[in-house]
């Protein structure tokens, strides 16, 4: 399931959810008792609250790795510039497993897809073979990660 398989648009968060998304973001170990006491709620409350947030795709439970660490030799964000229709073109990189982030954007860009791959070969290949060659592909941009200095996700909620 990705972010974008779901709209959040009409998704209303209550103060309760927030505080259990933020104890998630904190450390998305914690049991669903220990989040029931920091946010007063029963345990059996916190278990629906959180389900219905990932059925809703508001938010997803992970383990954040370094790429490097886990035997990933490459990551890169790759600038793409589209003549024509971007969905048909973001749909396509939403299917590729080397791709972990896709988003449309303004700028000098239509679209940005961060890319994790196992050396520079794959990546070459992903870049020619697979990317460029899509239809609408105008041109690409590729910004190689060197070291990663920072990935955080508990940015809290508003």
Known sequence: MTRA??????????????AI????????????????KRVGLSEAAVRQRVQRLL???VMQIVAVTDPLQVGFRRQAMI????????TSVGDALTGMSEVDYVVTTAGSFDLLAEVVCEDDAELLDLLTRRIRTLPGVQTTETFVYLKLNKQHYNWGTR
């Open 55 to 57: 059925d809703s795709g």
């Open 79 to 86: 600038g793409i510039r589209v003549d024509g229709d971007l």
């Open 5 to 18: 398989s779901h709209s959040t648009a009409d998704v209303r968060l209550d103060d309760l959810s927030k």
């Open 21 to 36: 998304i933020e104890q998630l973001q904190e450390d998305g170990r914690q049991s669903y008792a220990t989040i029931a």
